[in-house]
């Protein structure tokens, strides 16, 4: 996406956008002006949570609203750490591009936690909170209504100790595809005939793609008798979306959330579907559990919950009969001809080439629509 021309219907503010925290993107038809809007340049945005085992901090700042975002919004130069009440002190590192890393290890639930951060001469601080331990999560089950319809990935969970009634969640996809044919040479167009083996690691035939969550996926039982979410819905796919072609994982963060941090979010969340951007005004009341202590005038946005994170995968293969393939058959298309097929991909029988047939790139070639960066844990025994 190009920052420089960001929705000419809205003039933005950037809103952090860390691996935890993104949304989609959609334009809106009017400009937008709420009331009660600060405009503030090169103000403090924090995103992220510490929890157990290691933190993701992602610092930025704003543009003005009449500014023109660069890309390079992310705060390189910061110096963070997070400050246990019991004394001890985890020193963040810097990961490129405004996100800091943090080894918390195993979080002490009789103490409390904040994070520290110190930037252009300001000191920054969270509110101490006592870690909150987020409980198991049930279940990732894919649900889908019939024939033609999306299929969602849902979660369930419950909290048997009852520490809190309000959820978020993230996730992470893989997924690998094949071409409906296999090719085993390429075939070089615009001169004499060149024609190249793809029959090891680099064939065209598997392919693999990824992908993470871009909103905010919040819930809460508040309004429930049981602290129970049932069939949370965490990713819609529509049926005949490759994804579900071969073989799809999905990996699920689950935090559970105090009421003060779920209102934030919810807020935030509200003021994205309402302007349609992620790079969009922020209301005053959405900055969050984070202050500047030597300059409390000073504004900044962020709220640093403290929970552990709980996770739980799930692998769906083929058979489960969720897909809908939306192509009719390549196998029509297969011709001897060169001329009749564009000749980027074929199937030759010996080499050199004593005979030749020839089908269309989207047939053969899954590099139009994945990669070849296989997943280390993958667990098809192929390349």
């Known amino acids: 996406m190009n920052t420089n021309y960001i929705f000419h219907t809205v003039r933005c503010i950037a809103v952090a956008a860390a691996a935890s925290l993104t949304f989609s993107f959609s334009g809106c038809i009017t400009e937008f002006t709420p009331e009660g809007i600060e405009e503030v340049s090169d103000l403090l945005i924090v995103d992220g949570a510490i929890t157990d085992s290691v933190s993701t901090i992602l610092l930025s700042h704003s543009v003005g609203l009449s500014e023109y975002l660069t890309g390079n919004e992310g705060i390189e130069n910061a110096q963070l750490y997070v400050e246990a009440e019991n004394g001890k002190r985890f020193d963040g590192v810097h990961e490129g591009k405004g996100t800091y890393t943090i080894a918390t290890g195993a979080l ?40 033609g319809e999306p299929v969602f990935m849902c979660v369930n969970t419950h909290d048997p100790l009852n520490q809190s009634r309000y959820y978020r969640w993230s996730y992470e996809e893989n997924w690998e595809i094949k071409a409906e044919l296999f090719a085993n040479a390429g075939y070089v167009e615009n001169g004499p005939p060149n024609y190249f083996s793809l029959s090891n690691s680099n064939n065209t035939y598997y392919c693999w793609g990824k992908n993470r969550s871009r909103i905010l996926i919040l819930a809460t039982t508040e309004k429930l008798s049981d602290n129970i979410v049932y069939q949370k819905r965490l990713v819609e796919i529509p049926s005949d979306n490759e994804k579900l072609s071969v073989l799809y994982y999905i990996k699920v963060k689950q935090n559970i959330l105090r009421k003060e941090a779920y209102d934030y979010f919810s807020n935030l969340q509200k003021n994205v579907e309402q302007t349609g951007s992620i790079f969009s005004p922020v209301p005053s009341e959405m900055k969050g559990n984070i202050e500047c202590i030597n300059n409390p005038e000073l504004p900044v946005i962020g709220y640093i919950e403290v ?4 996770q739980k995968d799930l692998f769906v293969p083929e058979n489960y009969g969720l897909y809908e393939s939306p192509y009719r058959s390549c196998s029509n298309l297969v011709t001897d001809d060169p001329e009749f097929a564009p000749p980027v991909y074929a199937y030759y029988e010996y080499m050199p080439p ?11 070639d899954c590099t139009t629509r994945g990669t070849k ?10 390349y």
Not at 307 to 310: D, H, I, L
């Open 108 to 147: 002490d639930t009789n103490t409390r936690y904040r994070l520290r951060i110190s930037l252009k001469g300001n000191e920054y601080q969270s509110s101490f909170l006592a870690p909150l331990i987020t409980p198991e999560i049930d279940s990732i089950a894919p649900t889908k209504k019939g024939q």
């Open 307 to 310: 929970s552990t994170t709980v």
């Open 354 to 364: 004593s005979h030749v047939t020839y089908a269309p790139r989207r047939c053969v």
């Open 373 to 382: 960066n296989k997943p280390d844990f993958w667990p098809n025994n192929h």
